[in-house]
T-cell receptor
Framework: AQSVTQLGSHVSVSEGALVLLRCNYS??????LFWYVQYPNQGLQLLLK??????LVKGINGFEAEFKKSETSFHLTKPSAHMSDAAEYFC????????????FGTGTRLKVLA | DTGVSQDPRHKITKRGQNVTFRCDPI?????LYWYRQTLGQGPEFLTY????????KSRLLSDRFSAERPKGSFSTLEIQRTEQGDSAMYLC???????????FGSGTRLTVV
């Protein structure tokens, strides 16, 4: 069975500071991993994905994530937070065979302080 | 590419009524998914279509829920005899290849009163 754990339901950072959102996964097969961002009353937008190629993945809006198999982690980072980054972030794991349905984490709400 | 469209955006219904939601995926996407998201939670998988075939249904999808995707184009999700516990955001997503990730619609927020 697959699962995703996002540590910290709320994270606050100052504008210009490093953003680090944590995601750990459990999967019995090599996973596909994704980060999505959700703004209020909106659907989810894909930030980046890991699908067994390069372990350091770059996404949109300056975000990146590193797949670490030994730590079963896929943490999301951004060197310098911007006010527009305030949103909810979801990590998801997908079984790479069959339906590609996702198991999502419970989300981390990022607050950016001026 | 106009993205994934969902209609309506908001629906308020009385308990016991039936509701139907529509999803129009990106036209070249053959995979279509429905998810449900409650407040403070991540989305939960409900069902998956490949073209017109419904290939997987979650145990969350009770017999009051039914989904269709006639001709492999748009999809509908119907909830019969709505209950207050059905109040949630219903999200539709589509993809061409599973490893590409999904494109999500903006969702339909259902409130059962």
């Amino acid at each position: 069975a697959q699962s995703v754990t996002q540590l910290g339901s709320h994270v606050s950072v100052s504008e210009g500071a490093l953003v680090l959102l944590r995601c750990n996964y459990s999967s019995s097969v090599p996973p596909y991993l994704f980060w999505y961002v959700q703004y209020p009353n909106q659907g989810l937008q894909l930030l980046l994905k890991y699908t067994s190629a390069a372990t350091l993945v770059k996404g949109i809006n300056g975000f990146e994530a590193e797949f670490k198999k030994s730590e079963t982690s896929f943490h999301l980072t951004k060197p310098s937070a911007h006010m527009s980054d305030a949103a909810e972030y979801f990590c998801a794991v997908s079984d790479p065979s069959g339906t590609y349905k996702y198991i999502f984490g419970t989300g981390t709400r990022l607050k950016v302080l001026a | 590419d106009t993205g994934v469209s969902q209609d309506p955006r908001h629906k308020i219904t009385k308990r016991g009524q039936n509701v139907t939601f529509r999803c129009d995926p990106i036209s070249e996407h053959n995979r279509l998914y429905w998810y449900r998201q409650t407040l403070g939670q991540g989305p939960e998988f409900l069902t998956y279509f490949q073209n017109e075939a419904q290939l997987e249904k979650s145990r969350l999808l009770s017999d009051r829920f039914s989904a269709e995707r006639p001709k492999g184009s748009f999809s509908t999700l119907e909830i019969q005899r709505t209950e207050q516990g059905d109040s949630a955001m219903y999200l539709c997503a589509s993809s061409a290849q599973g490893e590409d990730g999904y494109t999500f619609g903006s969702g339909t927020r259902l409130t059962v009163v």
